[in-house]
Nanobody
Framework: QVDLVESGGGLVQPGGSLRLSCKVS????????IGWFRQTTPGKEREGVS?????????RYLDSVKGRFTVSRDNAQNTMYLQMNSLKPEDTGVYYC?????????????????WGRGTPVTVSS
C-alpha cells in the first residue's frame, strides 16, 4: 500500500521559513519524479508548486515561488522536502506532496500518480 505523509506545516510570520517533509512508503521514490502542490482557497484546484524530474534531476518551480522555495529528495530515506523561505501571506494553504508520472513545465493534477494527505501552512502576523 502506497502512503505519502507530510509534516512540517504550521503558523509562521511573513518573511519566515518552513521546511515540509514527505515520508513515502510502499514505493521506491528514486523511480519517480516528485512534486509539491498547494490549495490556497477551499474549493480551488490545487496548483503545482515545484517538481524534480527523475530522468535528469531538473527542478521546476511556479513563478511566484522561484528564488524562495527549494525542492529536494533523499532517496535513501524515501523522503522529499520543500524548503520555503521568505514566506508571504499568499503562500497560505494546504500543501500536498506527490509521486508523479512526469515533471512538466506546468505541473497539474494530471501528472500525479499518488497524493499525500496534506499539511496546512499559514503565513500571518
Amino acid at each position: 500500500q502506497v502512503d505519502l505523509v507530510e509534516s512540517g506545516g504550521g503558523l509562521v510570520q511573513p518573511g519566515g521559513s518552513l521546511r515540509l517533509s514527505c515520508k513515502v512508503s510502499g514505493l521506491r521514490l528514486d523511480l519517480y519524479s516528485i512534486g509539491w502542490f498547494r490549495q490556497t482557497t477551499p474549493g480551488k484546484e490545487r496548483e503545482g508548486v515545484s517538481c524534480i524530474d527523475v530522468r535528469n534531476d531538473n527542478e521546476r518551480y511556479l513563478d511566484s515561488v522561484k528564488g524562495r522555495f527549494t525542492v529536494s529528495r533523499d532517496n535513501a530515506q524515501n523522503t522529499m522536502y520543500l524548503q520555503m523561505n521568505s514566506l508571504k501571506p499568499e503562500d497560505t494553504g494546504v500543501y500536498y506532496c506527490a509521486a508523479l508520472f512526469a515533471c512538466p513545465a506546468t505541473l497539474t493534477k494530471y501528472d500525479v500518480q499518488h497524493w499525500g494527505r496534506g499539511t496546512p501552512v499559514t503565513v500571518s502576523s
